[in-house]
């Protein structure tokens, strides 16, 4: 499949014709889900759910359909009857042709004061790609292209390092890298990359590989 990079923490995944979008939020492309045949969202906070970014999708392809949990649905379903499915940890479903697995149920602990809200995983086609949302999960099967949420108010780089240790994935992308400066991505790639012990790859904007 063709994997896209989007900014932050969206990707999109194209096989056999159809397009599969994940977690287009505020700090992603005002188009970034247009053209989507299924969006997938794996939380609540603006940087991963934009509602403007769903409905320009929804709106673009009328027979597209969203795959989120209870706290995203709630805000968007109105909106499209019948075209957004609510999904927890545990779920499989097939979305755009691709075989869908949830894995997770809360976000990362930001801080000890801050309550923890709901986040789901979505592990796609039984492994080929992986992408955790705002949460350093462990699917129960092998990954091979961890979507690798590198910086964030709630994790530091030794906390990425062990979770690429523990999952062993071929390979992990960077996303979750808005807030990263062009100064210290030298310092992440070459410590998660001798680290890690997986290929560490990274992808700008708008730029594709094939996984």
Same mark, same amino acid.
């Given at each position: 499949?063709?994997?896209?990079?989007?900014?932050? $923490?969206? &990707?999109?995944?194209?096989?056999?014709?159809?397009?599969?979008?994940?977690?287009?939020?505020?700090?992603?492309?005002?188009? *970034?889900?247009?053209? *989507?045949?299924?969006?997938?969202?794996?939380?609540?906070?603006?940087?991963? #759910?934009? /509602?403007?970014?769903?409905? $320009?999708?929804?709106?673009?392809?009328?027979? =597209?359909?969203?795959?989120?949990?209870?706290s995203? =649905? /709630?805000?968007?379903?109105?909106a #499209?009857?019948?075209?957004?499915?609510?999904?927890?940890?545990?779920?499989?479903?097939?979305?755009?042709? #691709?075989?869908?697995?949830?894995?997770?149920?809360?976000?990362?602990?930001?801080?000890?004061?801050?309550?923890? &809200?709901?986040?789901?995983?979505?592990?796609?086609?039984?492994?080929?790609? #992986?992408?955790?949302g705002?949460?350093?999960?462990?699917?129960?099967?092998?990954?091979?292209?961890?979507?690798?949420?590198?910086?964030?108010?709630?994790?530091?780089? *030794?906390?990425?390092? +062990?979770?690429?240790? +523990?999952?062993?994935?071929q390979?992990?992308?960077?996303?979750?890298? $808005?807030?990263?400066?062009?100064?210290?991505?030298?310092?992440?790639?070459?410590?998660?990359? *001798?680290?890690?012990?997986?290929?560490?790859?990274?992808?700008?904007?708008g730029?594709?590989? +094939?996984?």
């Amino acid at each position: 499949m063709k994997l896209t990079k989007k900014s932050h $923490a969206c &990707i999109r995944l194209e096989k056999d014709g159809r397009t599969l979008v994940i977690d287009p939020g505020t700090f992603s492309e005002e188009d *970034a889900a247009v053209g *989507a045949d299924a969006i997938l969202v794996t939380h609540e906070h603006l940087d991963h #759910f934009n /509602e403007d970014r769903l409905r $320009a999708g929804m709106e673009a392809s009328p027979g =597209a359909e969203i795959w989120t949990l209870k706290s995203v =649905a /709630e805000q968007i379903s109105a909106a #499209f009857p019948g075209r957004v499915h609510t999904v927890g940890h545990g779920d499989t479903f097939t979305a755009a042709g #691709f075989d869908v697995q949830v894995h997770g149920e809360l976000h990362a602990v930001i801080h000890p004061d801050i309550p923890r &809200i709901t986040n789901v995983g979505y592990l796609i086609d039984g492994g080929k790609v #992986f992408h955790p949302g705002d949460a350093l999960t462990v699917p129960d099967r092998p990954v091979e292209t961890l979507m690798l949420p590198v910086m964030a108010p709630w994790n530091k780089i *030794a906390e990425v390092i +062990e979770y690429v240790r +523990e999952l062993k994935p071929q390979r992990a992308y960077d996303i979750h890298d $808005a807030l990263l400066t062009d100064l210290a991505r030298p310092i992440y790639d070459n410590q998660i990359g *001798a680290l890690g012990g997986a290929e560490h790859l990274r992808l700008t904007p708008g730029s594709s590989a +094939e996984v």
